[in-house]
């Protein structure tokens, strides 16, 4: 089995088959999580919003794809309470959404607690930094977030299709493919060296996210599907509020905005414009609808303006409309988020249109079995291949982590204790770690200043997280780049290092390498070059 693309919809489709048996490779032209997976909300959730436009069916399966990820991911994917202004004058009434709240909390099998209407002094005691002029009460309700982020979530699917024999590669694009008898064969280009070579599978699965109906053109496979883009950005700011939930307003547009944490700062958006292109870019039009939106509705000591952004996320949602459709008809904002599978028998090629992340393990069940109806074995079909370590396994490693008293190293600066951290990021592989810590100290010391991030995981994503470009390791594999600002992070003390562990003789290349794409051309970028060369 081939898999393209190794975005959340790849890596769970490697993970589930590899786990189950198949000899499968995936691979992904830049890298994995690279693209739409690194942009999401980080929200597992059962989108409370389309009760609006009646998808109920939808509605009740992806709170059920949320409460089956907090049940096999509980370090990783938790419960959030989602604290909600309402607004006198919005479409709909507070009792309407209060009402809609717990229909809401029923169709998701009263899996999370429940929700609760807040007169406008408990919203004023609870979170006094939301501005209430105009406003008639509020409510809140739970759903899940992805406590680390996107991008690192989506590796743990590869980490555990390598686990299980798959041939996982980042930076190798496939040019297209062709059927010989039985087979696909796959022209495939290595981004690092530029060579090409051919891979032979039995299927194919697109999981190229929004590129996939490109793919298919190169293919030459027709589909009953394809997909129009919706474009999403959001900021990172300093933590605007030390509660850990998220604060839910409703744009000026009319869709849901939020306030999410994220680890030492806070996350805004997020945004949904039509376009045409998967490439995007955020622009100066969406930075101000972001801060303008969110000025409005927060009492801050003073509003927050561009130069507070520590970083900025952008992509566009895939969504699922018929091949001949355009989406257009329909209100822009309430397109399905449902995915489809899209299965071609004659070929054995498979597309996966649209989703979530929330609706990630379905997605795995669903590639599995359509595999399987193809005629294709998976020796160990009942396995379960998703989770996170057996009970007995985070005994060990938690009682391990006391008699070394792990957490006397977590830093002053982190809300979290170290042993918590590194069980949720390595699960089992994080027994290693304290190995490595008991071994050699240094390896339990912060290496990159005001990340909190050990010379010791460092060494462990040199050798298991298939690092390629410093940004891998910075905005993918850990979020720093997202929480530190770029500047900072060029000039930490213990970089050069975490390059020499990660890169070896090719260090100072990478790190040039990244000064150029992090700094553009601005006097800033040709500063900290400067600095790099000395
Ligand atoms: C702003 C925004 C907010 C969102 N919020 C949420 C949320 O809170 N919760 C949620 O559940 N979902 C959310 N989503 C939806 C979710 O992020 C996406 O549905 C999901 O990430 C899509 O994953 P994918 O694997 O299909 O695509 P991608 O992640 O884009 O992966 C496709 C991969 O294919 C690779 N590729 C393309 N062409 C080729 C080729 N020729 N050869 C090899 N590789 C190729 C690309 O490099 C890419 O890595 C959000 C999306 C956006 C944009």
Excluded at 433 to 448: S, V, Y
Aim: one cysteine or more; glycine letters at 10%; a positive charge.
């Amino acid at each position: 089995m081939l898999v393209l693309g190794g975005g959340i919809n790849g890596a769970v489709s490697a993970a589930a088959l590899s786990s189950r048996g198949a000899r499968v490779a995936l691979i992904d032209r830049g890298d994995f999580a690279g693209e739409t997976s690194q942009s999401s909300s980080n929200l597992a959730w059962g989108g409370i919003k389309y009760l609006e436009t009646f998808e109920l069916g939808l509605v009740r399966k992806l709170c059920r794809a949320r409460n089956r990820l907090i049940r096999a991911y509980p370090s990783t994917v938790q419960e959030i309470r989602f604290f909600t202004a309402h607004q006198k004058g919005f479409r709909h009434g507070l009792f309407k959404l209060v009402f809609g709240a717990l229909f809401y909390w029923l169709i998701g099998d009263f899996f999370t607690r429940g929700p609760r209407r807040l007169s406008l002094s408990a919203m004023e005691r609870e979170e006094p930094i939301v501005r209430l002029d105009g406003c008639d009460g509020g409510f809140e309700y739970s759903d899940a977030f992805l406590h680390d982020n996107d991008a690192r979530f989506v590796f743990g699917f590869i980490r555990a299709a390598l686990d299980h024999g798959c041939a996982a590669a980042n930076y190798v694009e496939s040019l297209g493919a062709r059927r010989e008898g039985a087979l696909w064969i796959t022209r495939a280009r290595d981004a690092t060296s530029g060579r090409t070579f051919e891979i032979r599978s039995r299927a194919v699965v697109n999981a190229c996210g929004p590129w996939a109906d490109a793919h298919n053109v190169l293919l030459g496979e027709k589909t009953a599907h394809k997909h129009v883009f919706s474009k999403g950005i959001h900021i990172i700011v300093d933590r605007l509020t030390p509660h850990r939930r998220v604060l839910t307003f409703f744009a000026d547009d009319g869709r849901l905005f939020f306030v999410i944490p994220m680890g030492p700062k806070t996350c805004i958006g997020t945004t949904d414009t039509r376009v045409s292109t998967p490439e995007v870019a955020v622009t100066a039009e969406d930075r101000r609808f972001v801060l303008e939106n969110i000025n409005k509705r927060l009492r801050l000591p003073r509003p927050l303006t561009e130069a507070d952004i520590i970083a900025e996320r952008c992509g566009v949602r895939p969504l699922v409309v018929a091949a001949e459709g355009t989406g257009q008809g329909k209100d822009w904002t309430q397109l399905s988020r449902k995915h489809v599978i899209e299965v071609d028998p004659q070929t054995a090629h498979l597309t996966i249109f649209g989703g979530k992340i929330t609706d990630c393990l379905n997605v795995g069940e669903e590639v599995c079995a359509e595999l399987s109806k193809l005629g294709i074995a998976l020796p160990f079909a009942g396995r379960v291949w998703y989770g996170e370590p057996p009970a007995a396994v985070r005994d060990e490693y938690f009682h391990q982590a006391r008699l070394m008293d792990l957490d006397a190293l977590t830093s002053p600066r982190s809300s979290e204790k170290l042993s918590t951290r590194l069980w949720r990021r390595y699960g089992a592989n994080a027994l290693a770690l304290l190995e490595n810590i008991r071994a050699d100290p240094a390896m339990g010391e912060i290496l990159i200043e005001g990340a909190e991030y050990l010379r010791g995981e460092i060494e462990y994503a040199a050798r298991r997280e298939m690092v390629v470009k410093l940004s891998d390791f910075l905005r993918r594999r850990s979020k720093i780049e997202l929480v530190v600002r770029r500047e900072e992070v060029l000039a930490a003390r213990g970089l050069r290092e975490a390059c020499a562990i990660l890169f070896g003789p090719q260090a100072e290349e990478k790190l040039a390498e990244y000064a150029g794409a992090a700094g553009g051309a601005g006097a800033d970028a040709l500063q900290i070059r400067a600095k790099l060369r000395g």
